[in-house]
Structure formats: structure tokens, C-alpha cells
């Protein structure tokens, strides 16, 4: 079964540190792109970051510089390190993985993991 | 970066209805453009993608439309699971931008 499962959510304080993982079934991270994306209380959905096949990386102008994204082909992981958090990176972080080598074309986001909450306070 | 420009915002319709959702890019995405429905605490799912293919488990009352700049999403004949907020993304460049979200809602 295709699965991805997010862990690693809590509650940390401004200028903290947190490490999301997106732990993956089904397929290989290493060959897929992931993408992370987030929804703060009672917004929409952001897009942060994607990590393609090879390890290179792109980023949200909201999160460049704090956060790091990277892939983990011995656990079959992708990871979000998230640096000097604030109260504005306070949302539900899902993991998603790109369809376009799946048929569903390039960025389209085809399956999704349930979401982990990050909650920035003091 | 590629903004995307909903509209409406929100939506109130009935079961049967007949409604369409529009999606703006503030530059050219040719047909790099997905649609997602996202209900309350669930995991948002892939509706449409490239514009205007289903994916697998859609309904053929959804459709999707349009290249360039300009998108639509239409629901015919509405029924009670529809409910939930919908949103447009474009997956041509970097960031992969989300239009702010379509709440849809039962009048």
C-alpha cells in the first residue's frame, strides 16, 4: 500500500527547533519528489518545499533559510528540519508526494499523508 | 513568484446545483494547474490535474478547464459530499503557489 505518514509535530518555542519526518510506504523516496505543505489555523494551503530524486531542493521565500529539507534513502524518509520557528509557522504540515512520474502530471500532489501539527508558542 | 487568484472565496449552493470556481495566475502556467478538495480534518485530496484530467476516484459530474491564465472548476448536479473548500495550484514553477480556497457550502 502507498502510504505516507508524518511524525515529529509539538509544540516548541519561538526561535525553537523542530524535525518533521514523512515516513514513506509504497515507493521509494529517493526516485519521487515530496513536497511539504502546511495550513495554519484557518487559512489555506501553503506550499513550503520539495525535495526531487537527486536531493536537489526548492523553497518558499516564507521558510528559505530556516527550514531544510532532505531525503533518507536507508529509512525511506524525507525530513523537515524547521529553524528559528515563529508563531507564523504554527500549522498542520502535510507531506505529499508528485504524481508526475505516476501519470498525474509534474507537481500535481497525488497522495497525501494525514498531517502533523506544529504549534509555535510561548 | 506565480500568484493564483480564486473567486469566490466562499459558495452556498444546494444539493443539484450546477456551480464553477475560477482560478487566475498572474502569469502563463500553459496547463500546469490542479485541483484539490480538502474537508476538515482530513488529508486535502488531488481532484483535477493538468488543467483538466480526473483523477481516479473523481466523479465525472467535476470538469476542469482552461490554459494560460485563466481556470475553472465545475460541479454539476451537486451532491451532499461535495461539501468542503476547494483549491487551485499551479505546478509550473517554484513555489507551486495555491489559490487561497473555495469554501463551498451547503444554502
Known amino acids: 500500500e502507498v502510504r505516507l505518514v508524518e511524525s515529529g509535530g509539538g509544540l516548541v518555542q519561538p526561535g525553537g527547533s523542530l524535525r518533521l519526518s514523512c515516513g514513506v510506504s509504497g515507493f521509494t523516496v529517493t526516485v519521487n519528489y515530496i513536497h511539504w505543505v502546511r495550513q495554519a489555523p484557518g487559512k489555506g494551503l501553503e506550499w513550503i518545499s520539495v525535495v526531487y530524486s537527486g536531493g536537489s531542493t526548492s523553497y518558499a521565500d516564507s521558510v528559505k533559510g530556516r527550514f531544510t529539507i532532505s531525503g533518507d534513502a536507508s529509512k525511506n524518509t524525507v525530513n523537515l528540519q524547521m529553524n528559528s520557528l515563529t508563531t507564523d509557522d504554527t500549522a498542520v504540515y502535510y507531506c505529499a508526494r508528485d504524481g508526475g512520474l505516476y501519470g498525474s502530471g509534474k507537481g500535481a500532489l497525488d497522495i497525501w499523508g494525514q498531517g502533523t501539527m506544529v504549534t509555535v508558542s510561548s | 513568484d506565480i500568484q493564483m487568484t480564486q473567486s469566490p472565496s466562499s459558495l452556498s449552493a444546494s444539493v443539484g446545483d450546477r456551480v464553477t470556481i475560477t482560478c487566475r495566475a498572474s502569469q502563463t502556467i500553459y496547463k500546469y494547474l490542479n485541483w484539490y478538495q480538502h474537508k476538515p480534518g482530513t488529508a486535502p485530496k488531488l481532484l483535477i490535474y493538468s488543467a483538466s484530467l480526473l483523477h481516479y476516484w473523481v466523479p465525472s459530474r467535476f470538469s476542469g478547464s482552461g490554459s494560460g491564465t485563466d481556470f475553472t472548476l465545475t460541479i454539476n448536479s451537486l451532491q451532499s459530499e461535495d461539501f468542503a473548500t476547494y483549491y487551485c495550484?499551479?505546478?509550473?514553477?517554484?513555489?507551486?503557489?495555491f489559490g487561497q480556497g473555495t469554501k463551498l457550502e451547503i444554502k
Open positions: 495550484q499551479q505546478s509550473y514553477s517554484t513555489p507551486n503557489t
